[in-house]
């Protein structure tokens, strides 16, 4: 069979193994394939190569706006049409490319559409008011009457709150990454998530990796301030498993995988009576916003 008429989710399955699996991080080809999956095979998988038209590029980009699903995946999905296509193209698979045709809405353009607020990007990110701050100090460190505390490595939160620390971040950091007499956190690592698979295959669950932070510029020092220092003490009283190990650790004093802290927030959260959950990122923007609700008044527990 000539390539140009083959199925789409067949020709795409394979450049993606072949060409992208070898060439990205794990978490970073998870992200593709699932794109793929989710977006581009319902809709496109089972065309010839060579019978695909502009209008069916534009359309499955319509049905993940009409589905409700955010700008960030329609843009993968049209990244990764326009990238595969465009690998067709140079190789003389094909003879016309329909991605370049096709041009991206615009995000305010593509949420009006959905009848939602469109927002700049220094305006979207929903962080704490300072009274819910407190609500959720107070949730975080409750202590039941019998002397237990409520919540697993509680120091954790309020540790990311005053560094701007990531979620993989806080879950690579080491004991002896961390001078207390300095006061000075290094960041040079990161736990990051991917598929467990057998060769190709999907066997599911969850396997990581620790690597280096997400950008160059992320490896880096962060000074301490009172409170981040009494949420390390905190989280090495509660658990200890070395100098050279987590500060955060599993209950096998390995590293924590981030989604498992993702989901104790959550919990958290709803504890705290909050209807509107927010991700940990809004610790870290909390910080970074450098408002009044930044690491010089997040304070410690009483």
Not at 128 to 150: D, M, S, V
Not at 191 to 201: G, H, T
Request: hydrophobic share 35%; with cysteine; charged share 30%.
């Amino acid at each position: 069979m000539k390539e140009d008429k083959r199925k789409l989710k067949d020709s795409m399955q394979e450049w993606l193994e072949v060409f992208k699996y070898p060439a990205l991080q794990r978490t970073s080809y998870d992200r593709l394939e699932v794109t793929a999956v989710a977006q581009i095979y319902p809709k496109l998988g089972n065309k010839a190569i060579n019978k695909i038209t502009i209008e069916d590029i534009q359309n499955t980009i319509n049905d993940v706006m009409v589905s409700g699903l955010s700008y960030s995946t329609a843009r993968k999905t049209y990244l990764l049409l326009a990238e595969y296509f465009r690998y067709l193209e140079q190789n003389g698979i094909i003879e016309f490319n329909p991605v370049s045709c096709v041009e991206m809405m615009k995000k305010a353009h593509y949420m009006d559409a959905q009848g939602k607020e469109y927002k700049p990007s220094n305006e979207a990110v929903t962080v704490f008011t300072a009274e819910e701050i407190e609500r959720l100090r107070k949730e975080t460190f409750f202590i039941y009457k019998n002397g237990k505390q409520k919540h697993t490595q509680p120091g954790a939160y309020f540790l990311m709150l005053n560094t701007g620390l990531r979620r993989g971040e806080l879950c690579g950091l080491l004991n002896s990454d961390i001078d207390m007499n300095d006061k000075i956190l290094h960041v040079r690592r990161s736990v990051k998530e991917f598929s467990r698979r057998k060769e190709m295959k999907k066997l599911g669950g969850q396997d990581i990796c620790v690597g280096l932070p997400k950008t160059s510029t992320s490896v880096r020092d962060i000074p301490l301030n009172n409170t981040a220092l009494d949420m390390i003490n905190r989280l090495r009283k509660e658990r200890w498993s070395g100098t050279d190990s987590p500060l955060f650790p599993d209950e096998n004093g390995g590293f924590t995988k981030p989604i498992y802290l993702f989901r104790r927030f959550q919990r958290l959260q709803k504890s705290a009576g909050f209807t509107d959950i927010r991700g940990l990122h809004a610790l870290r923007h909390l910080l970074a916003g450098g408002g009044p609700l930044s690491a010089r008044c997040a304070t410690s527990p009483a």
